[in-house]
């Protein structure tokens, strides 16, 4: 058995509070679980119990965090694991918890690889290899990932591969560099973008 010697409540963060044992053992708890529990100084509870206790709350935090996250903006499911993980929760908690979001349509990778693609190519203008490795990057699957970009045309990367092309040429030309072409084709070759497109803007463009 488990004999509670004190309840230290945290002056601040007024929602937990530490459970003191009698071997030394201390647990932090929601709030809640002490009138949930009847937990109370001199009481005692058996090893079962204690295990089911710290099962609950470590899963309610997880969620708590989770949700925290998940306000600041859509996760995929493995960084949402990895976020969770650094924060020491159990990998049953976080499989527990992951499951439940996944269930209620909190977490959801097609929808995040849509949006997340959408910020790639129209904010950050991004190259097919970069989107690609960075679709890869956030854990999404590579049948998922390749659904996504067989139905992109290449215009968008025509133009996007433009847009970079012409923000490079006018520095270059303005510090007098020389060699442009081959900055230019390195400069958009690490912007991700590929061989054919590179050269087809360059062909347009008189290059």
Not at 20 to 26: V, Y
Not at 158 to 173: G, I, P, R, T, V
Not at 178 to 184: A, F, G, M, S, Y
Request: hydrophobic share 30%; aromatic share 12%.
């Amino acid at each position: 058995m488990n004999k509670i010697t004190k309840i230290y409540y945290h002056r601040k963060n007024s929602s937990i509070c530490d459970v003191h044992f009698s071997d030394n053992k201390k647990i932090t708890l929601d709030n809640s679980y002490i009138d949930k529990y009847f937990l109370v100084e001199g009481s005692e509870i058996s090893d079962k119990q204690l295990e089911k206790i710290v099962s609950e709350n470590e899963y309610d935090r997880a969620k708590e965090k989770a949700f925290f996250l998940l306000t600041y903006r859509d996760h995929s499911v493995y960084e949402l694991k990895v976020k969770l993980r650094k924060r020491d929760f159990d990998e049953k908690v976080i499989d527990k918890t992951v499951e439940y979001l996944l269930e209620n349509r909190y977490l959801d990778d097609k929808k995040f690889s849509e949006i997340y693609l959408n910020e790639l190519l129209n904010t950050k203008r991004s190259g097919m290899m970069i989107i690609r490795k960075k679709l890869f990057q956030k854990g999404l699957s590579r049948e998922l990932i390749n659904n996504l970009l067989n139905d992109l045309d290449d215009e968008i990367f025509h133009n996007n591969c433009l847009f970079y092309l012409q923000k490079k040429k006018k520095l270059l030309e303005k510090n007098h560099d020389e060699n442009i072409k081959n900055k230019l084709y390195n400069y958009l070759s690490r912007k991700g973008f590929r061989y054919e497109i590179i050269l087809n803007v360059f062909e347009n463009e008189n290059i």
